[in-house]
Structure formats: structure tokens, C-alpha cells
């Protein structure tokens, strides 16, 4: 039988929370989302915004629940939802993955286009280009004003250019989903994360979204080759791990496939 980490919730497929001081932005809501956020006491309703990288289900799950917590069940017009033109309108490859009747409940929508840049109350979202089934995916970079740049590649292969869009990050999230050695279509190895590491130089990277096979070849220890390889810190993301820059904690993940 084929097993995929996502429907056997070997790993979970959350997403990542944001805490800032007055702010919250939840970022690919997979399927647990709101069971993981509700578990950690972190409130679904706090969410000010929801940032949706592509229109697979792992990142977009929970994204009409998360929206319906936003807006205090559909009664008051708040929050702003962050998404790639795929998920807000669909394209050749599927249909819109958060209903008209959602995105019309939410106080503002923003079409993310590569290489966009907006301010969502304390956090400015640049947008990046990331290469994968859906065309349309995109990656984000955030400048948070307690932490600096954090970048997240999300589901991407790697190519040359990726680098510029990360030019300045301090902390790099790469979905990498394929141990050194197996290379997947649309999707990144340990080989590629040295690469993109090397041209990016961030202060520290973290690995996430594990495939399967990612799962049997040790992330830990992938990520500690990297890290000798590259000279940088690099962690594997684990369930629940919770990220502290400048002695505050500024994310929670729920994402580890
Ligand atoms: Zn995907």
C-alpha cells in the first residue's frame, strides 16, 4: 500500500503560527489546523491573518474554518486572507480552494503574486516564486519587527533565481521533502537545501515538510549534514516546535509534512 504522511497524520499538517505582540498570522492551514491550534491554546479567533501558499489540500484545508473563527462565525467582516491566485480563483489544474461565500466574509483578500510586497498590520509579506504542480504557488517572506525576515519557501523545486527572492532572510523555512539522493518533481532535497543555503546565507534554516521517505532517512540527521556542509545552524521542524528569535517566541509549528 502507498503511504503519504498527510492522511496518516504521521507528521502533522497544520501549518505554522506567528505570535507577535498584538498580531497573529496563521500561515497553510492543513487538514488539523484548528484541532492543533485549539490543543495548544493558541485561539483560532485571534488569527488577523491567513496566508495560503497553493491549492494543495495540506496547505489549505482548514483554511474556510480558520476564516469562519476570524470573523467570529460570519458576524463581524475582519481579518485578511493572503493566497495565491489559484486558491482565491482556480486555474487550469483546479478549481478555487476557499469558497466566493468565505472570501467574501473576510475583511480583505490579497491576490499574492511573485514578487508582491504588502503590510498587514505589523507584518510586511513580501511574496516569492515557487516551482511546483500548482503554477501558481508562491512562497512568503515576512518582516516581523521583533525578529527580522523569516522565509518560507513552501512547496517548490529549486532554481536558480530562488535566491534573490530570499535575499536579507535571517531565518529559512525550506519544505523539504525528500532526503539527499531522491529527487521528486516540484518538490525539494536535502542536496537542494544546501544549495539554496550556501546562496542565501540565512542565520539559521529549518527544515519542514517531510515526505515518507524523508521520514525513514533521519531529518534530524539530514539536517545536521547541511549544517556541516553549509556552516549554517539547521534544525528539523518536529510537531509542536516552538521558534524563539531575540529571547521571544515568534512561531509555533503545526507543520511537519
Ligand atoms: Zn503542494
Known sequence: MVAFVTFSQRRWTGGIRFILDKFQAHLDPGPGAIVRSVDAKLDPRKVNVLLVSHSH????GDAETF???MTEGTTRKKGTLVASH????GNDACEASISKYHQR?????????????????ELKVRTTRALHSDP??????????????????SDTEFFHEMEDYYEGVRLLILCVMRPSGSPWQGHMTTDDAIEIIKLVKPEA???????????????EKQAKSVEEKTGIPVKAAFDGMRVTMNSKEI???????
Open 205 to 219: 534554516a529549518i527544515f519542514t515538510h517531510f515526505g515518507l521517505k524523508m521520514l525513514m532517512n533521519n531529518p
Open 86 to 89: 489559484s486558491v482565491l480563483f
Open 251 to 257: 512561531f509555533y509549528s503545526m507543520r511537519n509534512t
Open 105 to 121: 466574509i473576510i475583511g480583505r483578500v490579497i491576490e499574492a503574486k511573485p514578487g508582491d510586497s504588502f503590510d498587514i498590520g
Open 57 to 60: 489540500p495540506d496547505h489549505y
Open 67 to 69: 476564516i469562519e473563527a
Open 136 to 153: 501558481e504557488a508562491v512562497g512568503y517572506c515576512f518582516n516581523v519587527p521583533e525578529a527580522g525576515i523569516i522565509g518560507y519557501t
